[in-house]
């Protein structure tokens, strides 16, 4: 978009084409995301907003094009030279993605200990710290399987974001929360990105709870990138199928 330069793109995608079997989920995604924004990706289900995710870190390749991450080519890169890129990004999956053998703290402290920090002590209280901002202090003990939805994603949330990284990108990261929960989530994200000079890049179909985050927007639709811009545009756009996406979102949640 012409409102952010390239040169300030996190993320820059040039014709990314990905298929499963016969079946072409990406057909030519060409986008920029911005550094130190809040990037939202909206479009129905199985549009491949979760592959497109994927390939944002290197966890899955596409067929063909290419992903530039702070303008260095990731498709080309071994999974040791992607190690580097992967520690500047936290990411959040759809499915919360816990250990479900290891307890709340082992799961939020993984990525520290992947990193190589091996002081108890500090790794302690960078969970405690993470966990009072995702509003489940003291909840280190308790094992996954015990938990909520909506505390699963917490602790999932907690995970991305303890090493600090650059960007943080997240998938449905207020599904199966109530509205009160969802909207503490969002600020906590629409917080880090301002506070942390974060690039997020948030898969969501909560269109209330991205309303208030989006600095930017990317409509995926028929394996395309169909619309690129502000919240705003989307919302007055006349085009058909972005009419059709919105209202099936009832203008709520
Ligand atoms: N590893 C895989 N192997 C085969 N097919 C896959 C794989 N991952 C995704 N797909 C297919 O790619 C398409 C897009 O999937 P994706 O999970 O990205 O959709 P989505 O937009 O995230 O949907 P939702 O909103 O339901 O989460 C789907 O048809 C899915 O079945
Ligand atoms: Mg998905």
Same mark, same amino acid.
């Given at each position: =978009?012409?409102?952010?330069?390239?040169?300030?793109?996190?993320?820059?995608?040039?014709?990314?084409?990905?298929?499963?079997?016969?079946?072409?989920?990406?057909?030519?995604? !060409?986008?920029?995301?911005p550094?130190?924004?809040?990037?939202?990706? #909206?479009?129905?289900?199985? !549009?491949?907003?979760?592959?497109?995710?994927?390939?944002?870190?290197?966890?899955?390749?596409?067929?063909?094009?290419?992903?530039?991450?702070?303008?260095?080519?990731?498709?080309?890169?071994?999974?040791?030279?992607?190690?580097? =890129?992967?520690?500047?990004?936290?990411?959040?999956?759809?499915?919360?993605?816990?250990?479900?053998? /290891?307890?709340?703290? @082992?799961?939020?402290?993984?990525?520290?200990r992947?990193?190589?920090?091996?002081?108890?002590?500090?790794?302690?209280?960078?969970?405690?710290?993470?966990?009072?901002?995702v @509003?489940?202090?003291g909840?280190?003990?308790? /094992?996954?399987?015990?938990?909520?939805?909506? =505390?699963?994603?917490?602790?999932?949330?907690?995970?991305?974001?303890?090493?600090?990284?650059?960007?943080?990108?997240?998938?449905?990261?207020?599904?199966?929360?109530?509205?009160?929960?969802?909207?503490?989530?969002?600020?906590?994200?629409?917080?880090?990105? @301002?506070?942390?000079?974060?690039?997020?890049?948030?898969?969501?179909?909560? =269109?209330?709870? /991205?309303?208030?985050?989006?600095?930017?927007?990317?409509?995926?639709?028929g394996? !395309?990138?169909?619309?690129?811009?502000?919240?705003?545009? #989307?919302?007055?756009?006349?085009? @058909?199928?972005?009419? !059709?996406?919105?209202?099936?979102?009832?203008?709520?949640?």
């Amino acid at each position: =978009m012409s409102e952010f330069p390239a040169n300030e793109s996190f993320f820059s995608l040039n014709d990314v084409r990905t298929r499963f079997g016969s079946k072409e989920v990406l057909r030519g995604v !060409t986008l920029e995301i911005p550094k130190s924004r809040t990037t939202v990706i #909206l479009g129905g289900s199985g !549009t491949g907003k979760s592959v497109l995710l994927k390939h944002l870190n290197g966890l899955l390749n596409p067929d063909s094009g290419s992903i530039r991450v702070c303008g260095q080519e990731i498709t080309s890169l071994t999974e040791r030279q992607l190690v580097p =890129m992967r520690r500047k990004i936290g990411i959040l999956f759809q499915d919360g993605a816990l250990f479900d053998s /290891m307890s709340v703290g @082992e799961n939020v402290a993984f990525p520290l200990r992947e990193q190589g920090l091996r002081d108890r002590q500090q790794i302690a209280s960078l969970v405690a710290d993470v966990l009072e901002k995702v @509003e489940l202090p003291g909840e280190e003990v308790k /094992m996954p399987p015990a938990l909520s939805g909506g =505390m699963r994603k917490r602790v999932a949330l907690a995970r991305a974001i303890v090493s600090h990284p650059d960007c943080l990108l997240c998938d449905e990261p207020t599904a199966g929360l109530d509205p009160v929960l969802s909207q503490r989530i969002s600020r906590l994200i629409r917080r880090l990105t @301002e506070d942390h000079d974060l690039t997020s890049v948030v898969v969501s179909h909560d =269109m209330d709870a /991205m309303r208030m985050i989006a600095d930017h927007v990317i409509f995926l639709q028929g394996g !395309t990138v169909h619309y690129a811009g502000d919240m705003a545009g #989307l919302e007055q756009s006349e085009d @058909e199928a972005i009419q !059709t996406f919105l209202s099936s979102k009832g203008g709520g949640g």
